[in-house]
């Protein structure tokens, strides 16, 4: 019979065994002894074969031998010293007292050695076993530290699991409506049918292990072990394997199921971190974006409110001066709706990944021509500067996303610049890039601004109120869906400028 505890933890542990195989090799080793004694008896003495015999007992120990195959090799040399080299020979009869106490220190040295080398082999295994479990835990500890999502815990937890005591796993996890899935996650080794996950079911929601080799529903199939926090079942841990876990897996599982515990806690709590933090930013943008809007949308229709009240009147329907300006009031406020209602469009477009340039051949000083043209009445108290080239670039562009591009960025310069200010325009041609450089002589953008200038809805601390915070961030698409570049500094002087780059090679 062969006495063995083993397992895949401890499969590298020296384990105590007492097999067949030592018996037999205690005894070829007394008999071959026995006989070389026997011939060289007369020369040695008696009294010498019984050191031999004893110094061969004291050396199994050595060699792994365990207390049985050392007290049977103890025996038989006691037997064979006494039979066959004790005078008077071949009969058991002992006539001195040293004799006697020599065969007594057979047994005695044979039962202390196979004590103590118990005892050494009990202590080598369980610094081995503890040793393992360290290692096991070390690298549990360290993958699960690594692991960046849910899915990374689950699959770290099946896998050391399977390989730490050699069984098939599978983990249930909670849902976002803090009950137990119905499917195993996808890096599990088995599947978990109906019964089973009734059975998993109830323990996710007792906190209580059931199921094979426990007291509840021993008859099942799989170990079911819970896994919670103090406040919250987080999943159910499941164990397929045909023999139970010893003590010693056991505290280790016990080990496992706590770090892993925590590991599916934390990441839990990340998440909820980070949807309280996608709420919270979701709830700033709302906030910021209907502030914005609704001040857009109410100075422009309170002036075409009040400017076709004012048609009421008759002697304002007479007085065309009166008139016309009314007529221009409600217009430019028109257009600011329409320019509001566009930003609004174009950031859906560009949010949705639909923004398609049409490119056609069209001149870029016309470009620039046309964007001054259509924002002429908001130029009226500020001095622009374009000198239009005779012979201007041609290439593939679309025209409508440029051109509300240069409008979107002038605008900026308009309401971030006090009356009277000058505002620039230059051309050049940059090895294959057209350069377009719109700059003021305004007081510049504060340095901390500068990298958050393109983002949506960012407007700069401090600044008038009005705008939605869309136009920047709408060119700078409009520009990248061109395959080009913008970029925002202050220039060395005074004021700031945006430098646009348009590759003219597609």
């Given at each position: 019979?062969?006495?063995?505890?083993?397992?895949?933890?401890?499969?590298?542990?020296?384990?105590?065994?007492?097999?067949?195989?030592?018996?037999?090799?205690?005894?070829?080793?007394?008999?071959?002894?026995?006989?070389?004694?026997?011939?060289?008896?007369?020369?040695?003495?008696?009294?010498?074969?019984?050191?031999?015999?004893?110094?061969?007992?004291?050396?199994?120990?050595?060699?792994?031998?365990?207390?049985?195959?050392?007290?049977?090799?103890?025996?038989?040399?006691?037997?064979?010293?006494?039979?066959?080299?004790?005078?008077?020979?071949?009969?058991?009869?002992?006539?001195?007292?040293?004799?006697?106490?020599?065969?007594?220190?057979?047994?005695?040295?044979?039962?202390?050695?196979?004590?103590?080398?118990?005892?050494?082999?009990?202590?080598?295994?369980?610094?081995?076993?503890?040793?393992?479990?360290?290692?096991?835990?070390?690298?549990?500890?360290?993958?699960?530290?690594?692991?960046?999502?849910?899915?990374?815990?689950?699959?770290?937890?099946?896998?050391?699991?399977?390989?730490?005591?050699?069984?098939?796993?599978?983990?249930?996890?909670?849902?976002?409506?803090?009950?137990?899935?119905?499917?195993?996650?996808?890096?599990?080794?088995?599947?978990?049918?109906?019964?089973?996950?009734?059975?998993?079911?109830?323990?996710?929601?007792?906190?209580?292990?059931?199921?094979?080799?426990?007291?509840?529903?021993?008859?099942?199939?799989?170990?079911?072990?819970?896994?919670?926090?103090?406040?919250?079942?987080?999943?159910?841990?499941?164990?397929?394997?045909?023999?139970?876990?010893?003590?010693?897996?056991?505290?280790?599982?016990?080990?496992?199921?706590?770090?892993?515990?925590?590991?599916?806690?934390?990441?839990?709590?990340?998440?909820?971190?980070?949807?309280?933090?996608?709420?919270?930013?979701?709830?700033?943008?709302?906030?910021?974006?209907?502030?914005?809007?609704?001040?857009?949308?109410?100075?422009?229709?309170?002036?075409?409110?009040?400017?076709?009240?004012?048609?009421?009147?008759?002697?304002?329907?007479?007085?065309?001066?009166?008139?016309?300006?009314?007529?221009?009031?409600?217009?430019?406020?028109?257009?600011?709706?329409?320019?509001?209602?566009?930003?609004?469009?174009?950031?859906?477009?560009?949010?949705?990944?639909?923004?398609?340039?049409?490119?056609?051949?069209?001149?870029?000083?016309?470009?620039?021509?046309?964007?001054?043209?259509?924002?002429?009445?908001?130029?009226?108290?500020?001095?622009?500067?374009?000198?239009?080239?005779?012979?201007?670039?041609?290439?593939?562009?679309?025209?409508?996303?440029?051109?509300?591009?240069?409008?979107?960025?002038?605008?900026?310069?308009?309401?971030?610049?006090?009356?009277?200010?000058?505002?620039?325009?230059?051309?050049?041609?940059?090895?294959?890039?057209?350069?377009?450089?719109?700059?003021?002589?305004?007081?510049?953008?504060?340095?901390?601004?500068?990298?958050?200038?393109?983002?949506?809805?960012?407007?700069?601390?401090?600044?008038?109120?009005?705008?939605?915070?869309?136009?920047?961030?709408?060119?700078?698409?409009?520009?990248?869906?061109?395959?080009?570049?913008?970029?925002?500094?202050?220039?060395?002087?005074?004021?700031?400028?945006?430098?646009?780059?348009?590759?003219t090679t597609k």
């Amino acid at each position: 019979m062969k006495i063995k505890i083993s397992g895949k933890i401890f499969g590298n542990i020296f384990v105590f065994q007492s097999s067949w195989k030592q018996y037999l090799i205690s005894l070829l080793i007394v008999a071959a002894l026995s006989l070389i004694c026997y011939a060289i008896h007369i020369q040695i003495g008696y009294q010498t074969v019984s050191f031999i015999l004893l110094l061969a007992i004291s050396l199994l120990p050595l060699f792994n031998f365990g207390p049985g195959p050392i007290f049977l090799a103890a025996t038989l040399s006691a037997f064979s010293w006494n039979y066959f080299f004790i005078p008077p020979q071949f009969t058991l009869d002992i006539f001195k007292i040293e004799d006697v106490l020599m065969l007594i220190m057979y047994f005695i040295v044979a039962m202390v050695t196979g004590v103590l080398s118990a005892r050494i082999r009990k202590q080598e295994k369980f610094v081995r076993q503890r040793e393992e479990r360290t290692n096991a835990l070390y690298k549990l500890s360290k993958e699960l530290s690594a692991a960046y999502n849910l899915d990374k815990v689950a699959e770290v937890t099946i896998r050391n699991i399977s390989n730490a005591f050699n069984v098939n796993a599978a983990i249930l996890l909670c849902g976002t409506d803090k009950e137990l899935l119905r499917s195993e996650h996808k890096s599990s080794s088995f599947g978990i049918n109906e019964p089973e996950w009734q059975i998993a079911h109830w323990v996710f929601t007792n906190r209580e292990p059931a199921g094979k080799f426990t007291m509840t529903l021993p008859s099942s199939e799989i170990t079911h072990i819970p896994l919670f926090s103090v406040n919250k079942s987080l999943g159910v841990l499941e164990i397929k394997s045909n023999n139970p876990l010893t003590s010693d897996q056991q505290v280790l599982l016990n080990a496992f199921v706590a770090q892993i515990s925590n590991s599916i806690e934390k990441e839990y709590l990340n998440e909820e971190a980070k949807k309280s933090l996608i709420i919270s930013e979701s709830e700033k943008l709302y906030k910021t974006l209907f502030d914005s809007i609704s001040h857009e949308l109410k100075t422009p229709l309170t002036t075409i409110i009040g400017a076709t009240s004012s048609f009421k009147d008759e002697k304002i329907r007479q007085n065309t001066t009166i008139l016309s300006r009314l007529i221009n009031e409600i217009n430019i406020a028109a257009e600011r709706l329409n320019r509001l209602v566009e930003n609004l469009l174009d950031i859906t477009r560009l949010e949705s990944g639909n923004l398609k340039p049409k490119l056609e051949w069209h001149s870029v000083s016309d470009l620039i021509t046309s964007a001054i043209e259509r924002i002429k009445n908001e130029l009226v108290e500020h001095e622009i500067f374009f000198e239009e080239k005779e012979e201007s670039e041609i290439f593939l562009f679309d025209f409508a996303l440029l051109e509300q591009a240069i409008i979107n960025i002038l605008l900026n310069s308009i309401n971030y610049t006090s009356p009277g200010s000058k505002i620039s325009i230059a051309l050049s041609k940059v090895d294959t890039n057209i350069v377009i450089n719109i700059s003021d002589n305004g007081n510049g953008f504060p340095k901390e601004a500068i990298p958050n200038l393109f983002r949506k809805f960012y407007r700069i601390p401090g600044t008038k109120s009005g705008g939605t915070g869309l136009g920047l961030s709408i060119a700078r698409g409009f520009i990248e869906a061109h395959k080009g570049t913008i970029i925002a500094q202050n220039k060395k002087d005074c004021g700031a400028e945006f430098i646009i780059f348009l590759p003219t090679t597609k």
